[in-house]
């Protein structure tokens, strides 16, 4: 019994690896090209590209795992029929409850896995990454692009002819900040720095001058050296734990829906294992293989009915949707298989 359960497991890594690893890199490839495009706005150098990245992996595996795992079940169990090693294992003594309780644990050890990223790992993670940006958007480091019209610093709209990057300085530089509808400011200065403080950043203008205007009077202003402050109030993040968090589901909608997706689609190994058996544990003499299409119509179930949760859900509903999907599953492998296998 051992050496069928090693057997049975170990045709289902195999499958199970060749299907989760392209998906994983294909999905890190999509996350990577969302990361990159933060480029434009900070700066960050490729390390913290990677740290980004490392956050972004419990997400990437909570919606790789479940598929990975409809798809690799399939077509190991639609494997093994073909080969006639199931029909052999029955004419061991083995019958189908017997077999597909040797993948029950697997099943288990999959939605705890998945519970443990989904109500653990990305709640942190989503945080971490959260955190990070916002450090990364208080801190000013812009990348002033000469030429290039339309960029931001705090509330003022700044313009740089040209930047000398051997000792990172803008010439040519002009600052523009309308205060409000009556009331604006226009400067320019020959040469300009970018200062970052832990406290607060600002641009330090050389040799220029400045015009603050209204509807009633004009000023200018000639100057060797001017400060222009991000006044833009740089709140810290504040980090909840994992209690926190999900304790707010009992009064924030959104979140209740949100945990309510995740329990769903934590389970899914459990409640897709029934379903997938029921129409790949086969006689391959007179049934044919149909891994694709049992592989769509359950993932397209199961997910429904998790998004269905996710924008209308409630703990009833939740409980109701798992009861019809375990009972679904057993009365179709009570019919189709275990009827005569």
Request: hydrophobic share 50%; proline share 3%.
């Amino acid at each position: 019994m051992v050496k069928v359960k090693r057997y049975i497991s170990a045709n289902f890594v195999k499958s199970f690896l060749t299907i989760f690893l392209p998906f994983f890199l294909i999905i890190s490839l999509v996350y990577l090209v969302k990361i990159s495009a933060l480029t434009a706005k900070i700066q960050i150098t490729f390390f913290e590209i990677l740290t980004l990245y490392s956050y972004s992996i419990p997400d990437i595996m909570f919606y790789t795992l479940p598929l990975s795992f409809i798809a690799a079940l399939a077509n190991v169990l639609v494997k093994l029929s073909q080969d006639n090693e199931l029909i052999a294992l029955y004419a061991l003594g083995l019958n189908a409850n017997h077999l597909l309780r040797r993948l029950f644990l697997l099943s288990l050890l999959f939605s705890i896995l998945l519970a443990s990223i989904s109500f653990l790992a990305m709640p942190l993670s989503k945080q971490l990454y959260k955190s990070f940006t916002e450090e990364k958007k208080s801190e000013a480091k812009l990348n002033i692009i000469p030429g290039e019209l339309g960029q931001k610093f705090g509330d003022y709209y700044i313009y740089v002819k040209e930047k000398d990057k051997k000792n990172d300085v803008f010439n040519d530089m002009v600052v523009y900040n309308r205060t409000d509808k009556n009331n604006e400011q226009f400067f320019a200065a020959k040469t300009g720095k970018l200062n970052n403080k832990p406290e607060i950043s600002s641009l330090l203008l050389n040799d220029g001058y400045g015009y603050t205007y209204s509807d009633i009077k004009l000023q200018q202003a000639q100057y060797k050296s001017l400060e222009v402050f991000d006044s833009v109030k740089k709140a810290s993040y504040r980090f909840e734990d994992i209690l926190e968090h999900w304790g707010l589901a009992a009064t924030d909608t959104k979140r209740m829906h949100r945990l309510l997706f995740f329990t769903f689609v934590s389970l899914i190994p459990l409640l897709a294992l029934y379903l997938v058996a029921s129409f790949t544990m086969i006689n391959p003499r007179y049934q044919k293989n149909r891994s694709f299409l049992v592989i769509f119509v359950t993932s397209l179930l199961l997910y429904m009915i998790a998004s269905g949760l996710e924008k209308w859900g409630t703990p009833l509903i939740l409980l109701l949707c798992i009861g019809f999907t375990s009972l679904l599953g057993l009365w179709l492998f009570n019919r189709r298989v275990s009827k005569y296998f």
